[in-house]
Nanobody, 126 residues
Framework: QLQLVESGGGFVQPGESLQLSCAIS????????IGWFRQAPGKEREGVAC????????TYADSAKGRFTISRDSARNMAFLQIISLKPEDTAVYYC???????????????????WGQGTQVTVAS
């Protein structure tokens, strides 16, 4: 089993930046990829970015390229999502997730991921 706990969300103004954190605990027998997802009210959960277990590879949704940066600190069992130039449309609950095994997900579809955190709310408004 793997436990994921997100933090770092909050209320921010447009144009500001935010770094979300994902604390990873539990089964550390494999280095799993970590994905970040978000779900806005009334919308489906969408993939934002994914980083490999080693941190050497990353994938971004087209909508996330340019303003979102995913990273991880394996020594601290943490993953991060930095968002710059926040917009009201970035308002959502942000989740981190991991697949069951050590493979790198072929897509950013939620179905590719098995372990999920509880989410952290990000609200962007003036």
């Amino acid at each position: 089993q793997l436990q994921l706990v997100e933090s770092g969300g909050g209320f921010v103004q447009p144009g500001e930046s935010l770094q979300l954190s994902c604390a990873i605990s539990g089964d550390s027998s494999v280095a799993r990829a970590i994905g970040w997802f978000r779900q806005a009210p009334g919308k489906e959960r969408e993939g934002v970015a994914c980083i490999s277990g080693s941190g050497a590879s990353s994938t971004y949704a087209d909508s996330a390229k340019g303003r979102f940066t995913i990273s991880r600190d394996s020594a601290r069992n943490m993953a991060f999502l930095q968002i710059i130039s926040l917009k009201p449309e970035d308002t959502a609950v942000y989740y981190c997730a991991a697949p069951y095994g050590s493979w790198y997900p072929q897509s950013l579809k939620p179905s590719e991921f098995d372990f999920w955190g509880q989410g952290t709310q990000v609200t962007v408004a003036s």
